[in-house]
Nanobody
Framework: QVQLVESGGGLVQAGGSLRLSCAAS????????MGWFRQAPGKEREFVAAISWSGGTTYYADSVKGRFTISRDNAKNTVYLQMNSLKPEDTAVYSCAARRPRYTSSVLSDYDYWGQGTQVTVSS
């Protein structure tokens, strides 16, 4: 069993930055791919970014490419999402997720474990 706890959300003005963290329990973190997803009010949850077990491969949604960076520290069992040049449309609850296979995926149903999420609000 893997437990995921997100932190780092908050209120920021458009153009600002935030860094989200996702701390994972368990000894299997370093062999799992990780992803970030978000859900805005009234919308379906959508893929944001993913990273392979080693960190060697990353994948982004077109809407965040060039602004967001996903990374991981396997020694700390933590995955990060650095968000720059934030826009009001980035406002959502951001959740991290883990999948037992080692390689990235943008598909929600490919992920086995989910965190509770952290709110990110970007004001205009």
């Amino acid at each position: 069993q893997v437990q995921l706890v997100e932190s780092g959300g908050g209120l920021v003005q458009a153009g600002g930055s935030l860094r989200l963290s996702c701390a994972a329990s368990g000894r299997t973190f370093s062999s799992q791919a990780m992803g970030w997803f978000r859900q805005a009010p009234g919308k379906e949850r959508e893929f944001v970014a993913a990273i392979s077990w080693s960190g060697g491969t990353t994948y982004y949604a077109d809407s965040v490419k060039g602004r967001f960076t996903i990374s991981r520290d396997n020694a700390k069992n933590t995955v990060y999402l650095q968000m720059n040049s934030l826009k009001p449309e980035d406002t959502a609850v951001y959740s991290c997720a883990a999948r037992r296979p080692r390689y990235t995926s943008s598909v929600l149903s490919d992920y086995d474990y989910w965190g509770q999420g952290t709110q990110v609000t970007v004001s205009s």
